[in-house]
């Protein structure tokens, strides 16, 4: 469904358009013509883009509204709720229209309304760069770097194979290197795991998180041997610890000197996370499964992380993204922006902007995307010797060729298929 804009029909009493006049005169005519969501898997994963047209022939902007999970209630959302109260609108009102569509559900935050919302946000930032002929960057303050480290992951299913990895990305010029190992159980992360390893247990497939906390130190300590300690390493433990066992792998990977533990525990504990920072040695990076700014803030301000994690579409936006850089470089707090295969190149290129010019950047995840994607995306942001950089042309700097996005229809229920095999050898579910 798309949402166009009829400048003679503001205000339907019949069930049509929301009012959208602001409570003050626009500056020019320029107006929110169309709001339309786009679903694309280019690389499998559905990707949720929202475009945003205006009066002004030629004029539009992109926003990542990526949730793959629940990509078409995204995109419903966008349709029926979030299009319609910025159609009509003046797309330089960004602070305005946001926080109209963040009020008006009345039942706020979480992952689709946020996603949602920030598909609009991101997509009224790329159209205030090119109204402005500036990278969005710019709009933000200017760089305070020169480009952006980025770290990648060295998977495999022995110790011998992610080493092996992990070499390679080196000499292609990574300096940070996330390893995964794979783990007995068909709910291992971060590499294909194995079944059948319990065979007298209820689930044979299972996966034991005691079995992985006596084996992960073993992977580091061989890291460190064969890579030395000039690179970076990090780990994620996907939620699947509890405060106390988390505490435990940090304290045993002490020796190795990991840069961050990633999502030691799942969020339904984050009320405990400042515990868990006060006795780990290792810095923990929490937060891409935040589905508010307001929690965000919250372990910033509270002390529960050394590295803020979002996945910034879940939160909103670019808006509430750089606010929240900005509180972090207040409270001594880093980021390290989540940034997999289900992150859009336009949300990669809103991460890059706050990146390149927040004083508080620590980290930022990269992705190399297919060539595919590449089509799909001219302008998709690239790795070059381990650093990214943002685009220097006007918005994101990123477009999006419909007819090529047509190409790569989504596949539903990719992830919950997996999902629902990451069991323990009792048969318990574990959190994915």
Known sequence: MTVEHDPNRLLDQDGGLPEARPPWPAR????????????????????????????????????????TQRYAAVAAAVAEHVGPLAVGRHPADIEDITRTVHFSSYWR???????????LDQAL??????????????????????GIEVYTHASGNSTDEVLDEAERLIAL??????????????????????????PGSPNPDGWDPERYLRGTPSLFEAARERLGREINLMHDVHSRLTPKQAIMLARSLEPYGLSFLEDVIPPEHYDRLPEVRAASPVPLAVGEQLGSVVD??????????????????????????????ALAELCGVRTAFHSPADVSPVG?????????????????????????????????????????????RPGWGVDLDEREAAKYPP??????????????????????
């Open 173 to 198: 010029g990574y300096r940070c290197v996330r390893l995964q190992r794979a783990e007995p159980g068909l709910g291992s992360y971060g590499a294909a795991g194995t079944g059948g390893h319990y």
């Open 125 to 146: 930032w790329d159209i205030a760069g090119k109204r402005a002929g500036l990278p969005v960057y710019e709009l933000l303050g200017g760089r305070v770097r020169g």
């Open 411 to 432: 596949t539903k229920f990719l992830f919950d298929r997996w999902a629902a095999v990451v069991r323990r050898p009792d048969g318990a579910l574990e959190a994915p």
């Open 348 to 392: 990669v290129a809103a991460n890059l902007a706050v990146d390149v010019s927040s004083p508080a950047f620590g980290f930022q995840e990269s992705h190399e995307y297919n060539d595919a994607t590449h089509e799909v995306f001219p302008g998709c942001p690239d790795v070059t010797n381990g650093y990214m950089y943002p685009s220097d």
């Open 296 to 325: 965000a803030a919250r372990l910033i301000r509270d002390g529960g992380v050394d590295l803020i994690r979002l996945h910034t579409s879940a939160i909103g936006g670019l808006t509430p993204t750089r606010k929240l850089a």
């Open 28 to 67: 020019d005519g320029l107006r929110i013509t169309a709001v339309r969501p786009i679903v694309t898997a280019p690389e499998g994963l559905p990707l949720v883009v929202v475009k945003v047209e205006t009066s002004e022939p030629g004029l539009h902007g992109l926003g990542c509204a990526t949730f």
């Open 109 to 119: 935050n979480g992952p689709v309304l946020n996603n949602a919302l920030s598909g």
